[in-house]
Structures are given as structure tokens and as C-alpha cells.
């Protein structure tokens, strides 16, 4: 018996784009979550009276880290979210990740920082091309 709300049948190809979204979607919410830790682990270590660079990356690396925790939460959610509402979250995600990355770039000692940023551009954008 059909489980109301859900296809009789659904095609192999519409169940291959099924998991990839899937797994995108996860793959995604993983790399948010890592790219969260290590931006607010980087921006803890940041001298808070330190020159203007110190200052920057502090203030970059925290807005990084809330952006990527709610990115990771709206991934999460399994509620009936509007597509545009998701894609917009994920572009901005994405491109404050880009942007620490670059002030993680310049400072010494955040390399790990700058490529969990990018990780998590990249995840973004991976996930982005299956919204489209």
C-alpha cells in the first residue's frame, strides 16, 4: 500500500538524483560544520587589542563561523524549505567563506583556516549547481 505523500514508483534516474542531491546536501552541511570550528578556533586564537590584520580576522573568522552554523542548520532542517531560501543561505555561505579565506591568507599561521574556508566554498558551489 502507497504511503500517502509519497510516488508509487519512482524512476532508477530519478533516485540517482535523489542520493546525489542527498549527498551533496550532507557533503555540504559537513563541510559548514568543520569550516565553523575551525574559523571560530582561529578567531579565538586572534589578539583582541592586536593591529588592525588581528582585528580583521577576528571579525571574519566569527562572521564565518555563524554563517556556516546556520548554513549547516538550514541543510539540516527537514522541513518543506523554499528552494530560493536555501540558495540564498548557501551563496552567502559561500561567499563569506571565499572572503575569510582571503584574510586567512594573509595571516600566518591560518592555513588551515584559509583551505576549511575553501572546502567550504567549494561544497557550497557543488551543492549550488544541483539547486539550479
Not at 534516474?13 to 542531491?21: A, G
Not at 551533496?24 to 587589542?49: K, N, P
Not at 573568522?61 to 523554499?82: F, H, K
Amino acid at each position: 500500500m502507497p504511503v500517502s505523500g509519497y510516488p508509487d514508483h519512482v524512476s532508477v534516474p530519478e533516485q540517482q538524483e535523489l542520493v546525489r542531491f542527498l549527498e551533496d546536501r550532507f557533503a555540504c552541511a559537513q563541510a559548514c560544520t568543520e569550516c565553523a570550528r575551525v574559523c571560530a578556533l582561529r578567531a579565538s586564537l586572534a589578539d583582541l587589542d592586536g593591529p588592525e590584520d588581528q582585528q580583521e580576522l577576528r571579525r571574519k573568522g566569527i562572521l564565518c563561523a555563524e554563517v556556516c552554523d546556520a548554513t549547516c542548520r538550514a541543510l539540516a532542517e527537514q522541513s518543506a524549505q523554499a528552494e530560493a531560501g536555501v540558495r540564498a543561505q548557501v551563496e552567502w555561505c559561500r561567499a563569506v567563506c571565499l572572503e575569510t579565506a582571503h584574510v586567512f591568507d594573509r595571516s600566518p599561521g591560518a592555513e588551515e583556516g584559509a583551505q576549511a574556508c575553501r572546502d567550504c566554498a567549494r561544497a557550497c558551489t557543488e551543492f549550488l549547481t544541483l539547486l539550479r
